[in-house]
Each structure stands twice: as C-alpha cells, then as structure tokens.
C-alpha cells in the first residue's frame, strides 16, 4: 500500500516528483527559508533565485547565499542564468560538485534590461544557435537532470517557444517550464495559457505551466485547459504560500498565518541574523494584508528592526484581532 501511495506525480528525469504546485524561483522573495516554507506546504521542489553567472561566478558570498539550501527541500534545482555557452557549462559542472544539487535548470526568461540587454535570461530565445550551444555542452558537462524555463518568445512577432523547447530537449533537457508572456508582455495582465496547451502537445517532456496563478481554482483551470503536468505559482505566493497546499488565503485561519509568520522570521533570523528583518518585511505585509490593520499598527511592524520586539509586536497584534473576532 505505502508503494502505491508514494508513487510520484512525475519524473524529470530520473528524479521522482512529488506534488503538480511548485513555487517559482524569483529574485529577492523564494530564498531558502520561503522555500522550505513552500516544500513544508507541498511546493513539489525548490529552485533557487537566478545564479548570476555572467557576473559573480566565483563571488563566495553570493554563491553562498544563493546556492544555500535545507536538505529537507531537495529536489533542490540550482538555476543558471548567462549568454556563454562555455562559461555555463563550467559553472554547472562547479554547482554540481560543489553544491550537489538534484538538477540545474537554465533561464531562458528573465526581462530584465540589466540580464536581456546584455543577451542572457530572455534574450536567448532570439538566438537559437546560442540555445544550441548552452544545452549541449550544459547536458554534457552534468549528470544530473538539466530542465529549462522559457517564455512565449521575444515579441508577439516571434513567438518560438516550440523551436527553442525542442532545441532543449532534444539536446538532453528534461523539462520545460514556460512563463506564458513574451519578454514584450513582462509582467502584464494578458497571459496566454493557450500556448502552454500547445508545448505540452508537443513535448516529450513535462511541461510545467506558468503565468498568473492567483488561486486553486485558476491552479485547476490551468491543468484542465493545458494538461501541462504541473503549475507553478510566483508572485501570488508571497501573500499566501498556502496555496501549495491547495487553500485560497480566506481558508487560512489566522492561527496558521501569525504562525507561520513568527516561524519565518525566526527561520530567516538563524540563516542570516545580521539581516533577516529587512527582507522579511514583504511577506508580513503580505500575510497581514487581508485584516486591514490601522496604518499606524501596519506602519509599528514595518518598522520595527528589533527581532524581539517585532515578535511581541506580532503577538500583540494577534491577540487583538483574536479578541475582537471572539467578541
Ligand atoms: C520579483 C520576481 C523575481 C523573479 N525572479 C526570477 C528568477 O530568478 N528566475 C526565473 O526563472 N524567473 C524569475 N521570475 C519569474 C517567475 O518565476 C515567474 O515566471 C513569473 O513571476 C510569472 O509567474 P506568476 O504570474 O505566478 O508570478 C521572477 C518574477 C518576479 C516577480
């Protein structure tokens, strides 16, 4: 019975995965205690922040911050991010052995004029020949799975998002993850999950959807109208991790969101104890969003950069709320 029931959803590769949500890498919010957060709630594995190799490939500290990682959250994917072929294949072989993470995925998404200008992150997809390059001496230079994560293409004109999964795959790459914007649309309202339909149809891989999951519904429609084999959800994350384990956010009781708040700071606060505060005051704004705090209240917590304080801050606004909904 136990076989039965631990059977995996998936495989990449050959790692087994466990679960169809899995929280999106992003800059600045999915760091290692929010990812173990995220694996708790049922994310089906990490993938770190973007690893800048263009510019910090053997910068100690930054490696160290973003390639650190809990054991409890593997299948931990380690994600590259440049525009030479050679140099990623290098740093990958270095990730692996250094780090021993469970897969690299490569980032063929990222807008930003800082990463797309200078020809890495999106600006790959308007170069397949380059794409070719990375994904076959990236899958030589590893043992372990490489996966890739792509959007439509550079601009409505040029949508190739088929031509740049199949060069991946065909090359060794295990997976692919498409954000379903071209780098025109950035972060825009349209999101076209019709094409995630059309890659899935298409690949010999699993397909993992991306773009605009706010809820377990829109989670679900995403499944029925793509059949992509798992959904990945960013930004809505940061206001409620829950979903990775299929609750909207009213379904939360407030018992579970002053928790796991306290939990995060503290986690957050043994990583990095010299600058866990700052960072951790998105996500309680995030999390406190929905009881509509007095500014001043919401203004205490933002504020406050005593790790103590801002505890008992939290508790205290807690029991307020506690008291007024018992009454
Ligand atoms: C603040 C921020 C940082 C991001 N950083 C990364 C990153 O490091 N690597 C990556 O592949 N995508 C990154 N993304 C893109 C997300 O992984 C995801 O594709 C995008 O946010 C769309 O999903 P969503 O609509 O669920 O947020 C980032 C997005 C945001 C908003």
């Not at 005051?281 to 406050?304: D, G």
Request: charged content about 25%.
């Amino acid at each position: 019975m136990a076989d039965i029931e631990n059977k995996p959803d998936f495989y990449i590769g050959d790692i087994p995965i466990h679960g169809r949500l899995i929280l999106a890498p992003m800059d600045g919010l999915s760091d290692a205690t929010f990812r173990r957060i995220t694996r708790q709630l049922g994310s089906a594995y990490s993938v770190s922040e973007f690893i800048n190799t263009l510019d910090f490939a053997y910068s100690k500290v930054y490696q160290r911050k973003r390639l650190f990682y809990h054991e409890e959250e593997r299948p931990f994917v380690a994600q590259i991010l440049d525009n030479d072929a050679g140099r990623m294949a290098e740093n990958a072989a270095y990730i692996e052995e250094r780090f021993k993470p469970d897969m690299i995925d490569v980032n063929l998404g990222c807008p930003a004029r800082t990463v797309a200008g200078r020809g890495a992150g999106s600006a790959c997809m308007k170069n397949p020949e380059l794409v070719k390059q990375i994904f076959e001496q990236v899958c030589k230079a590893v043992s372990i799975p490489v996966t890739v994560k792509i959007r439509l293409g550079w601009d409505d004109n040029s949508m190739n998002y088929l031509e740049i999964a199949s060069i991946a795959v065909e090359r060794g790459a295990k997976a692919v993850a498409m954000h379903a914007r071209t780098t025109k649309m950035a972060f825009g309202k349209t999101v076209r999950w019709e094409h995630i339909g059309i890659l899935k149809r298409a690949m010999p891989v699993p397909v993992i959807g991306n773009g605009s999951v706010t809820t377990v519904a829109e989670a679900k429609r995403m499944f029925e109208e793509t059949g992509c084999d798992a959904v990945m959800i960013g930004r809505a994350a940061k206001a409620n991790p829950w979903l990775f384990s299929w609750r909207d956010r009213e379904e939360v009781p407030m018992e579970e969101v002053f928790y796991l708040a306290k939990y995060q700071l503290r986690q957050m606060l043994e990583i990095n104890p010299e600058n866990a505060i700052m960072p951790f005051r998105k996500y309680l704004k995030a999390y406190l969003e929905p009881y509509n705090l007095p500014r001043e209240e919401m203004k205490r917590l933002l504020t406050c950069s005593d790790a103590e304080s801002l505890v008992e801050l939290i508790d205290a606004v807690h029991q307020r709320l506690k008291a007024e909904t018992e009454s």
